[in-house]
């Protein structure tokens, strides 16, 4: 590690075909914190290459493998800075800081630490779908990728946990398409993915990203199919779950009206991770779905204290995507809580009207002003709860 004082060097390495729309937004975002920019282009047929290079960059042209990691490791390959940023052309960088504050946070990253994760925000149409916390920044030497769709790094020397950067995060604009572009993306990324299973029966990964594929298209009965070759992949290989599954899982029963699947996925995600937004927010829905009030208030009273535990530290989600991290989805848990809470309330209501025929005309009375007097400040009318007195009943006395 470079002592404090010493200059951090950061090489920011991409891989593009045919991104010219994109890179008019990327490319401004990363003005004065790269010291050289590294784009590997595997075909452009527009103005990719001349707009990179307006920015600065230098490309390499390499023709397309079919294999994503390949690229990702020869635009690393090219970089000299002492540490790799990798982005892509659909993404835009937002610092929190000054670059130069951000060289040096990384000038003080411990000596065995060889990878960084910031946060990821995927918007679309113009609203946040999801987010969630993405090692994007490398050591030099240290990173290797492998995966032909979905690729993922490797840490090959030093510690393979990731420490969590706040000065900086991304915006991916990825899915955020045409319905034709949108239709091209999925094809392509289904055919790797069935490839990889055609190679290896055993890619977990593999079957993980094609069940949030499916899902993320609305095809439901496939994602079914694939969560179950996904459970049955990890048992034959011995590995745990992505924590992701849980929640897809059961939003994807839920939406094939199969109600013990989706109770199984929940229960099994709470059990692992009690914690997570996203099953938290499943929960609530899941309670809405089978009105179990107690199940609206434990999901939105857990969903609404683990929201406030994740801004103040982000790092809390983890790497795991997480949908719920809105503050539509605050308003989403406090509206059905309020609801629910509304509606235990009429319930006690109802039982206190039982009850207060059964007591002294003048304890009877007290009550019922009292409550009358909530009413009134909410506006609210309830025939038998009007106002009878304007002496407030000291229940002590009845005690």
């Given at each position: 590690?470079?002592?404090?004082?010493?200059?951090?060097?950061?090489?920011?390495?991409?891989?593009?075909?045919?991104?010219?729309?994109?890179?008019?937004?990327?490319?401004?975002?990363?003005?004065?914190?790269?010291?050289?920019?590294?784009?590997?282009?595997?075909?452009?047929?527009?103005?990719?290459?001349?707009?990179?290079?307006?920015?600065?960059?230098?490309?390499?042209?390499?023709?397309?493998?079919?294999?994503?990691?390949?690229?990702?490791?020869?635009?690393i390959g090219y970089a000299s800075g002492d540490?790799?940023?990798?982005?892509?052309?659909?993404?835009?960088?937002?610092?929190?800081?000054?670059?130069?504050?951000?060289?040096?946070?990384?000038?003080?990253?411990?000596?065995?630490?060889?990878?960084?994760?910031?946060?990821?925000?995927?918007?679309?149409?113009?609203?946040?779908?999801?987010?969630?916390?993405?090692?994007?920044?490398?050591?030099?030497?240290?990173?290797?990728?492998?995966?032909?769709?979905?690729?993922?790094?490797?840490?090959?020397?030093?510690?393979?946990?990731?420490?969590?950067?706040?000065?900086?995060?991304?915006?991916?604009?990825?899915?955020?398409?045409?319905?034709?572009?949108?239709?091209?993306?999925?094809?392509?990324?289904?055919?790797?993915?069935?490839?990889?299973?055609?190679?290896?029966?055993?890619?977990?990964?593999?079957?993980?990203?094609?069940?949030?594929?499916?899902?993320?298209?609305?095809?439901?009965?496939?994602?079914?199919?694939?969560?179950?070759?996904?459970?049955?992949?990890?048992?034959?290989?011995?590995?745990?779950?992505?924590?992701?599954?849980?929640?897809?899982?059961?939003h994807v029963y839920r939406q094939l009206f199969?109600?013990?699947?989706?109770?199984?996925?929940?229960?099994?995600?709470?059990?692992?991770?009690?914690?997570?937004?996203?099953?938290?927010?499943?929960?609530?829905?899941?309670?809405?779905?089978v009105q179990e009030i107690n199940l609206i208030?434990?999901?939105?009273?857990?969903?609404?204290?683990?929201?406030?535990?994740?801004?103040?530290?982000?790092?809390?989600?983890?790497?795991?995507?997480?949908?719920?991290?809105?503050?539509?989805?605050?308003?989403?848990?406090?509206?059905?809580?309020?609801?629910?809470?509304?509606?235990?309330?009429?319930?006690?209501?109802?039982?206190?009207?039982?009850?207060?025929?059964?007591?002294?005309?003048?304890?009877?009375?007290?009550?019922?002003?009292?409550?009358?007097?909530?009413?009134?400040?909410?506006?609210?009318?309830?025939?038998?709860?009007?106002?009878?007195?304007?002496?407030?009943?000291?229940?002590?006395?009845?005690?």
């Amino acid at each position: 590690m470079k002592s404090s004082g010493q200059n951090i060097t950061l090489s920011i390495c991409m891989m593009v075909k045919n991104e010219e729309s994109n890179l008019y937004r990327c490319l401004p975002s990363l003005t004065g914190i790269a010291d050289e920019l590294i784009l590997i282009d595997t075909g452009s047929t527009d103005n990719s290459i001349s707009v990179a290079e307006s920015f600065g960059a230098k490309v390499y042209s390499h023709p397309w493998e079919n294999n994503f990691s390949v690229h990702r490791n020869q635009s690393i390959g090219y970089a000299s800075g002492d540490w790799v940023f990798i982005i892509d052309a659909d993404e835009e960088l937002f610092l929190n800081s000054s670059a130069s504050e951000l060289k040096e946070w990384l000038n003080n990253v411990p000596a065995d630490c060889m990878s960084i994760a910031i946060i990821l925000k995927d918007i679309q149409k113009d609203m946040q779908a999801m987010q969630f916390n993405s090692v994007r920044l490398f050591r030099r030497g240290s990173v290797q990728y492998e995966g032909i769709v979905h690729n993922m790094p490797k840490i090959i020397i030093g510690k393979p946990e990731a420490i969590f950067c706040p000065l900086m995060y991304l915006k991916h604009y990825g899915y955020d398409l045409s319905p034709e572009k949108q239709e091209e993306k999925r094809n392509r990324t289904e055919g790797l993915l069935l490839k990889r299973i055609e190679e290896n029966l055993d890619d977990v990964t593999a079957y993980f990203y094609l069940v949030q594929l499916y899902t993320a298209y609305r095809e439901y009965p496939n994602a079914a199919e694939y969560i179950e070759k996904y459970e049955a992949a990890t048992k034959r290989v011995g590995v745990k779950f992505n924590g992701s599954i849980y929640c897809t899982a059961c939003h994807v029963y839920r939406q094939l009206f199969d109600k013990v699947n989706a109770q199984k996925w929940l229960l099994a995600g709470m059990k692992e991770y009690p914690k997570d937004l996203d099953l938290l927010m499943a929960l609530t829905e899941y309670g809405v779905w089978v009105q179990e009030i107690n199940l609206i208030v434990q999901g939105a009273n857990g969903f609404l204290r683990t929201y406030e535990e994740y801004q103040k530290n982000p790092a809390l989600s983890g790497n795991r995507f997480t949908y719920a991290n809105t503050a539509e989805s605050v308003c989403y848990c406090l509206f059905h809580l309020s609801m629910a809470m509304f509606q235990q309330g009429c319930h006690t209501l109802d039982k206190l009207n039982e009850y207060l025929g059964k007591t002294h005309i003048d304890f009877n009375n007290g009550i019922r002003g009292d409550v009358a007097q909530v009413f009134e400040m909410f506006g609210l009318k309830k025939d038998g709860w009007e106002l009878r007195s304007n002496n407030v009943i000291n229940l002590s006395k009845w005690r």
